[in-house]
């Protein structure tokens, strides 16, 4: 396969990038700036990992690589992130993580489409999402929804996919919690958004869902990383890998409990 990969400086996506470049295929990872492309590289020299390392922010010109590219795979993996309550979020904030992980991941997802389409590619497009695309958690509303949208629309190409039949499979990909360090950043950002009235409140909150995240954060990014990968070499892909399943099971006792 010949797979670009999105957001793959660290964690989920830099996991998927060694497999599969460890697996004989050729990959394509990309980072929002050229400091992480040199640190990338070192990381990958050292894991004695061979892949072509390029610069692509979503926010700039840079998706207009895949013009140039000839892949049959593509991880959609780049996001962004910052809680706190909808209700004190600045306007920038919100069309910041939406610019992300909403319409400059889609626009990018329909360039990589129509390239694939228009060369007669039988290719595949994983897609990042999130469990809180599915279950509404306090102060991760932004995220959850700009996940929640990607997700809808990936959904829907699966729909139309076997209306059009172009030969392109969609695998929307929804992992829990994972020891990434993202997290533990998003909750962190969320005092930046909470009125002094409401600030007890909030730092119960906060003190809670920091415990929740480390008791439910699951180690085993290698493990999730692997199962995508596999999914990858598959000739049928699954339509959604929703992993791993008791956070989602978690999610739903914290819903019915709280909501």
Known sequence: MRVLITGAASGIGYQVGVMLAKRGHLVYMTCRSVA???????KLEREGAHAICLKLDLLTDDINVVDSLDIDCLFNHAGTGTAGSILYMDEKSLRDIYEVNFFRSFLLLKKVYRHMMDRKIT???????????MFPMPFFGVYGSSKAAISQVVKTLQAEEKVFRHGISFCLVEPGAYATGFNQVMIDSQEKYVEPFFYQKFLSMHSYQRKLFLLLES?????????IVLEMENKKTKKILRIPWIQGFFLKLYNFFFH
């Open 36 to 42: 992480e492309v040199f640190m990338l590289r070192e």
């Open 123 to 133: 290719g595949k497009i994983f897609v990042t999402s999130s469990l809180l695309g």
């Open 219 to 227: 180690r085993k990014v290698e493990k999730l990383a692997r199962r």
